[in-house]
């Protein structure tokens, strides 16, 4: 079945450094979304991608869409503490719902003030 | 801003005992819903589709006779945990994708199943 491999699982960094996390499945996608969970929390919706190579930003959020749509990146440009959470990427296979989701193990940010 | 809502948010139960979880979509309609399953510290796995006025859609792995849904309506579903066990607690999560205005997917706030 399709797997969605992310990395780092972890990732520590001082305040005002950046941040990236990636993301690869094992089949082409239909689109790709992101996701943020706070310690506690539910998964918040961040963003979806859909065309190939497409990037989209929100603020200090940067999110990559590969050429393939096979991966997929999310940059934070100078963290902030308020960035601290799990950000995952989920897909959806091609053919199937949009939001039929398979989730990467997430990568866990936190940052240093 | 739409809101998917969960209840109850915790519940604690026996060994044994069957445990319905609700799953509400309060500001639109949706025809589809899942659920998933977290474990701490893990990722999320989608466990089924619902689907209104027709059968769940299970995942391979997922017993449909232990994790019953139904989507009652087109703003409601509840998975249904039957004779639930130690190894059944874990954080279960709904979603439900709203396609307008935004093509947006959202996530309940989650329920916390601890079985004793």
């Known amino acids: 079945g399709q797997q969605v491999m992310q990395i780092p699982q972890y990732q520590h960094v001082q305040e005002g450094e950046d941040f990236t996390t990636y993301c690869n499945s094992s089949?082409?996608?239909?689109?790709i979304q992101w996701y943020k969970q706070r310690p506690g929390g539910h998964p918040v919706f961040l963003i979806q991608?859909?065309?190939?190579?497409e990037v989209k930003k929100q603020k200090r959020l940067t999110f990559q869409f590969g050429e393939a749509k096979k991966n997929s990146s999310l940059h934070i440009t100078a963290t902030q503490t308020t960035d601290v959470g799990t950000y995952f990427c989920?897909?959806?296979?091609?053919?199937?719902?949009?939001?039929?989701?398979?989730f990467g193990k997430g990568t866990l940010l936190t940052v240093n003030p | 801003g739409a809101v998917v809502s969960q209840h109850p948010s915790w519940v604690i139960c026996k060994s044994g005992t069957s445990v319905k979880i609700e799953c509400r979509s309060l500001?639109?309609?949706?025809?589809?819903m899942f659920w998933y399953r977290q474990f701490p510290k893990q990722s999320l796995m989608l466990m089924a589709t619902?689907?209104?006025?027709?059968?769940?859609?299970?995942e391979q792995g997922v017993e449909k006779d232990k994790f019953l849904i139904n989507h009652a309506s087109l703003t409601l579903s509840t998975l249904t945990v039957t004779s639930a066990h130690p190894e059944d607690s874990s954080f279960y999560i709904c979603?439900?994708?709203?396609?307008?205005?935004?093509?947006?997917?959202?996530f309940g706030p989650g329920t916390r199943l601890t079985v004793l």
């Open positions: 979603s439900a994708p709203r396609l307008a205005p935004t093509d947006t997917q959202y």
């Open positions: 089949t082409t996608l239909s689109n």
């Open positions: 991608l859909v065309k190939s190579g």
């Open positions: 989920a897909g959806a296979n091609s053919g199937g719902s949009n939001y039929k989701l398979t």
């Open positions: 500001d639109f309609q949706a025809t589809t």
């Open positions: 619902s689907n209104e006025g027709s059968k769940a859609t299970y």
